[in-house]
Structure formats: C-alpha cells, structure tokens
C-alpha cells in the first residue's frame, strides 16, 4: 500500500512561486512513475506534469512547459513540482498521484489519471489577480 501526502499549496499572487511536495510512505517514489494533476470548481481533473522510474524523464502539460518542473529527491522519498510565473488559471486543488507497476514510461499514458493507482488527498493552490 502506498500513502501519499501533499504539501505546500496556499495563497498567492500572479506572477509568484509555489513548490509543492508530495511524500509517500510504502514505496520508494523512485521506482514509480508520479504524476500532478489538479481539478479547478466545477471542472474536470486535469494532468499537470508526471516523472518517470528514476526520476529521469519529464511530460508536462503544455500551458505549464516552461513555468513548472517536476523533481524527485531520493534521500526524503518525495516528489516536488515548482510552480512559477503563477497565473490566476492555475487555481485548483493539485494532486500527486503514483504508478508502482509497469515497465516503461509512456508519456501518453501516464498523462491519463487512469494510470495512477494511488493519490494524495490533495493540496489548494489559489492564485489572485
């Protein structure tokens, strides 16, 4: 069983920086694919950004290349995503969510909420204009 716990959402203004943390217990995050995703009010669950086995390869989601990454620390067992140039669409509740299985990094399957069998409780980012 795998536990992962959010961290590091809150309040803050267009144009600032958030680092979101996700720590898991009962695996090791390195051996497993994670992804974020988050969901605004009244819309879907959408994909934000995944990393592969091994912390290796990177996929994000295209309105957040190039402001966002996506990192994993071996020694805490925890996967970070740095948020910057916040934009107010950038608003909802953000997700990790983890793959124990498979044998390879498809970025368009692991793009898909579907391939994640385990997720956080989620963390609330909310960015004012």
């Known amino acids: 069983q795998v536990q992962l716990v959010e961290s590091g959402g809150g309040l803050v203004q267009a144009g600032d920086s958030l680092k979101l943390s996700c720590a898991a217990s009962?695996?090791?995050?390195?051996?497993?694919?994670v992804g974020w995703f988050r969901q605004a009010p009244g819309k879907e669950r959408e994909f934000v950004a995944t990393?592969?086995?091994?912390?290796?390869?990177?996929y994000y989601e295209i309105s957040v290349k190039g402001r966002f990454t996506v990192s994993g620390d071996n020694a805490k067992n925890v996967v970070h995503l740095q948020m910057n140039s916040l934009k107010p669409e950038d608003t909802a509740v953000y997700y990790c969510?983890?793959?124990?299985?498979?044998?390879?990094?498809?970025?368009?399957?692991?793009?898909?909420?579907?391939?994640?069998?385990?997720w956080g409780q989620g963390t609330q980012v909310t960015v004012s204009s």
């Open positions: 969510a983890a793959d124990p299985g498979g044998t390879s990094f498809e970025s368009s399957y692991y793009s898909k909420a579907t391939a994640y069998a385990y």
């Open positions: 009962g695996r090791t995050l390195s051996s497993s694919v």
């Open positions: 990393i592969s086995y091994g912390f290796r390869v990177t």
